[in-house]
C-alpha cells in the first residue's frame, strides 16, 4: 500500500507532497481509497462533503466504529501526516480478518477531505462541513490563490457543491471515531514509546494581517519618506516569537504575500497569516493580543495602515475522556501507555463534539512534520497497525 501510495503528488524537485484539494492528485488519491477498499470488497461511497467512506458492515445499523484520516497534504508536505492513518487502517483491517475477528458492529474507514486547508485557507473543510462547524454559505465564500471558489472546484472535480453541509444522520449511526496519526513532535520519542494516546488538542487559530503602504520606487524613494508595510511586518514576525516564547506557546507567520511583489518596488501591501496555538486558552488569549498590539504599534510609527482578520479557530479539545481511558485499558496490557496532547488541529478534534473520538499517536524518531523530511520508522508503523487492530477489535468485535 504505501509503496503504491507515495508516488501521487510527490515533486520531483522538493520531494515533497503536493496533494490539494480537487486536483488531480487528490483525484488520484481517492481513487486509490477505492481500489484498496474494493480489493477488501468494502463498500465506498462518498458523502456529501467529498469525504469518502469504505464500509465493512451495514452503514445504517448504526453504533459503527469508524478509522481512518486524511490523504492530502500541506505544501510539500511529507508522506506520513494522514496517509499514515488511511492505511494503517486498512492494514488493522488485514489484521483482524487474519485473526478470524467476528465484528458486531459496522466497521468504516474514512478518508476526509481538505484537511490541511492547503488550498482554500481553511483546516478540515470535510469534517466540519459534516459537523455542521462550517456553513454551506461560508465553504461557498472559500478561494484558492488563483480566485476559484470551492464550489467551482468541487464541479471541475466531478461533484456536486449543492449537496455540502451539516450530515448529522451520518454522525448518528457513529458509536467511536479513533484517529491514528504520526506524531508532530518527539514526545515519544523522548518517552521511548512506539505509541501513544492523545489526551487532548490545544487550542489554535489562524489570523490574517493586512499590512497597507505605498508602493514607490526602491531605488529613489528616501528612507525617511517611505511608507514601506515590509518593516512593519517584519518587526511583527519577531514580536509573534517573542510573545510565543514568553507565554510557553507557539506562534509562526508561514505564509505571506506581497503587492506588487517586485524587487525594485518599495510594497504598497504585504499580507502575512499567524499560526497561533498554546496549551490553554489563557496563554493563547495572551499571545495572540500581544502579537496584534505590538504590530499596531509598528504600523502607527511607520505611517502603515493595519487590518487584522480572523481566519479560523478552534477552542480547546478534550477528546472522550471514557473512550481515552478504554483505549489505555487495551493498549496497558503490556505496560502503561503514554498520553500526550498535541498542537496540531486533526478531523477527530473536529468531530468530538459530535460523537465519540480518540487518537493513536506513532513515534516521529526527529519530530519533523509538514516537510519532506517527516518520517517514522517502518518498526513503529508496524506497532501503530497492531495497536490500532487490538482497539477495532475490542470495540467493534466483542
Not at 444522520?169 to 492523545?198: K, P, T
Not at 525617511?224 to 514576525?237: G, N, Q, S
Not at 499560526?275 to 493563547?284: E, K, P, T, V, Y
Not at 487590518?307 to 471514557?322: K, L, M, R, W
Amino acid at each position: 500500500m504505501w509503496r503504491s501510495l507515495r508516488p501521487i503528488g510527490r515533486d520531483a524537485a522538493s520531494g515533497g507532497y503536493r496533494r490539494y484539494a480537487w486536483t488531480g492528485a487528490d483525484a488520484d488519491c481517492r481513487l486509490w481509497f477505492r481500489m484498496q477498499a474494493e480489493a477488501r470488497r468494502l463498500d465506498v461511497e462518498t458523502d456529501r462533503n467529498g469525504n469518502q467512506w469504505a464500509w465493512l458492515g451495514d452503514p445504517t445499523a448504526g453504533d459503527a466504529v469508524v478509522t481512518g484520516s486524511h490523504l492530502d497534504s500541506v505544501p510539500d508536505g511529507g508522506a506520513f501526516d494522514g496517509p499514515l492513518g488511511v492505511v494503517s487502517a486498512f492494514a488493522a483491517l488485514d489484521e483482524l480478518r487474519a485473526r478470524g475477528a467476528s465484528f458486531r458492529r459496522p466497521l468504516a474507514i474514512v478518508n476526509f477531505g481538505d484537511e490541511e486547508g492547503a488550498r482554500f485557507g481553511l483546516a478540515c473543510v470535510g469534517s466540519r462541513l459534516t459537523a455542521g462547524r462550517l456553513t454551506k454559505e461560508a465553504a461557498y465564500e472559500l478561494r484558492d490563490a488563483d480566485g476559484i471558489t470551492l464550489p467551482r472546484a468541487m464541479e471541475a472535480a466531478g461533484y456536486d457543491p449543492e449537496t455540502i453541509g451539516p450530515d448529522p444522520e451520518r454522525l448518528a449511526r457513529i458509536g467511536a471515531f479513533v484517529e491514528l496519526h504520526v506524531e508532530q513532535g518527539r514526545a515519544l520519542d523522548l518517552s521511548g514509546d512506539a505509541v501513544g494516546i492523545a489526551s487532548a488538542i490545544w487550542p489554535h487559530g489562524r489570523w490574517r494581517y493586512d499590512f497597507a503602504g505605498v508602493a514607490n520606487h526602491a531605488g529613489t524613494t528616501r528612507l525617511v519618506d517611505r511608507r514601506d508595510p515590509m518593516l512593519t511586518y517584519a518587526e511583527t514576525v519577531l514580536a509573534a516569537r517573542r510573545e510565543a516564547e514568553l507565554a510557553g506557546a507557539v506562534a509562526t507567520f508561514g505564509k505571506i504575500a506581497v503587492e506588487p511583489n517586485g524587487v525594485n518596488a518599495i510594497p504598497s501591501m504585504v499580507r502575512g497569516w499567524l499560526d497561533a496555538r498554546a496549551a490553554d486558552q489563557g496563554s493563547l488569549d495572551k499571545v495572540v493580543a500581544g502579537v496584534e498590539t505590538a504590530a499596531r504599534e509598528y504600523a502607527e510609527r511607520h505611517g502603515i495602515d493595519l487590518a487584522v482578520v480572523q481566519e479560523s479557530y478552534t477552542p480547546v479539545v478534550d477528546f472522550s475522556h471514557a473512550l481515552r481511558d478504554e483505549l489505555s485499558r487495551i493498549l496497558g496490557t503490556s505496560g502503561e501507555v503514554p498520553v500526550l496532547g498535541t498542537g496540531a488541529g486533526h478531523d477527530a478534534g473536529i468531530l468530538s463534539e459530535s460523537i465519540p473520538t480518540a487518537m493513536l499517536f506513532v513515534r516521529n524518531p526527529t519530530g519533523v512534520s509538514h516537510s519532506p523530511a517527516e518520517t517514522a520508522a517502518e518498526d513503529d508503523c508496524v506497532a501503530g497497525v497492531l495497536a490500532l487492530a487490538d482497539v477495532l477489535e475490542e470495540l467493534a468485535c466483542r
